[in-house]
C-alpha cells in the first residue's frame, strides 16, 4: 500500500513538470486549437472581464469579506454534511433496507452515482442555457435533503429507497456546476480566486461535521432515522443559506442575452 501510495505521488510529480512546459498561460499561445478558437475564447474572457469591471473592481480584502463570499462559505459547509456522510453511510442505508449481504450493497450503492452522473450533465446545461444560478443551486438543494428524509421513513420497501437515494444523489450532484459560478460574477479575477479558495476551505469543515455527528447521534441514540435526517438538515439548511446569496439582476440579464 505504502509502494502504490509513493509511486502516485511520483507520478503526479512527472505529470506536474509535463504541465509546467505544455499548458499555456492565455488561450491566444495555445498552439493545439484552431486561430477561430483561440479569438472566440479570448473575446469570451474579455467579455467576462469587462462586465465585471462594469460592476466596479473588487480587491483581494473586500471579496473575502463580502456577504456573499461568507454565505457561499457556510451554504457549502451546510452542504457537505450531507453529501460527505452520506457517501460514508450509503452502504449501511442500502444494507438495513434490502438485507442484501454487504458486498452486495456495496454495489448497489453505485446505483445513484450512475443516475447523478448524467443529472451534473445536465443541470451544468440547464443552469448555462438559463443564466441563472442561485436558485439551479439552492433548489436542488432542498429537493436532495426532502428525497433524503424520505428514504428514512421505516417500512419503506427496498424499491422505493433506492428509488429515493437515487433521486438524493440526481438533485445533489446539480449543485456545484451553478453553484461555483455565483463568487465569478461580481468580482475580479484575483479576488474572485481568493474567495474560492476561503469558500472551499471553510465548506470541507462540513466533510468533518457531517460524519462526526452522525457517529455522535447513533452512540448517543441508537436511532438511525435521526443520524439520516440530521445530514438532510444540512442539505436544506445550505439550499435557504443560497437564497439570501444577492446576485446583481444586471448580471443576470447579460449572462441570459448571450
Known amino acids: 500500500m505504502a509502494l502504490g501510495l509513493?509511486?502516485?505521488r511520483n507520478s503526479r510529480?512527472?505529470?506536474g513538470i509535463i504541465t509546467w512546459f505544455y499548458l499555456q498561460d492565455h488561450p491566444k499561445d495555445a498552439a493545439w486549437l484552431d486561430a477561430e478558437e483561440r479569438d472566440w475564447i479570448s473575446n469570451e474572457l474579455e467579455k467576462e472581464r469587462r462586465l465585471k469591471l462594469a460592476g466596479g473592481h473588487v480587491t483581494v480584502w473586500r471579496g473575502l469579506c463580502q456577504r456573499n463570499t461568507l454565505l457561499l462559505a457556510v451554504a457549502l459547509c451546510f452542504a457537505n454534511v450531507e453529501s460527505y456522510a452520506f457517501v460514508f453511510w450509503l452502504p449501511t442505508t442500502i444494507n438495513r433496507v434490502s438485507g442484501f449481504s454487504v458486498s452486495v450493497s456495496t454495489a448497489w450503492a453505485a446505483l445513484p452515482y450512475v443516475v447523478g452522473f448524467f443529472s451534473v450533465i445536465a443541470a451544468g446545461r440547464m443552469s448555462d442555457r438559463s443564466g441563472e444560478r442561485k436558485f439551479h443551486a439552492a433548489v436542488p438543494l432542498m429537493l436532495s435533503a426532502t428525497f433524503?428524509?424520505?428514504?428514512?421513513?421505516?417500512?419503506?420497501?427496498?424499491?422505493?429507497v433506492i428509488t429515493l437515494l437515487c433521486l438524493t444523489t440526481a438533485a445533489g450532484f446539480c449543485f456545484p456546476?451553478?453553484?461555483?459560478?455565483?463568487?465569478?460574477l461580481t468580482q475580479g479575477d484575483s479576488a474572485a480566486?481568493?474567495?474560492i479558495g476561503l469558500?472551499?476551505?471553510?465548506g470541507n469543515l462540513g466533510g468533518f461535521f457531517g460524519p462526526s455527528a452522525v457517529g455522535l447521534v447513533l452512540a448517543r441514540t441508537h436511532s438511525y432515522p435521526l443520524g439520516m435526517l440530521i445530514l438532510a438538515m444540512g442539505a436544506m439548511l445550505a439550499g435557504l443559506v443560497l437564497l439570501a446569496v444577492r446576485v446583481p439582476r444586471k448580471q443576470v440579464e447579460v449572462t441570459c442575452s448571450t
Open 6 to 8: 509513493h509511486s502516485g
Open 177 to 184: 456546476p451553478p453553484f461555483w459560478v455565483l463568487p465569478t
Open 193 to 195: 480566486a481568493a474567495s
Open 199 to 202: 469558500i472551499n476551505c471553510i
Open 148 to 160: 433524503f428524509s424520505l428514504s428514512t421513513v421505516p417500512g419503506l420497501s427496498f424499491p422505493v
Open 13 to 15: 510529480g512527472h505529470f
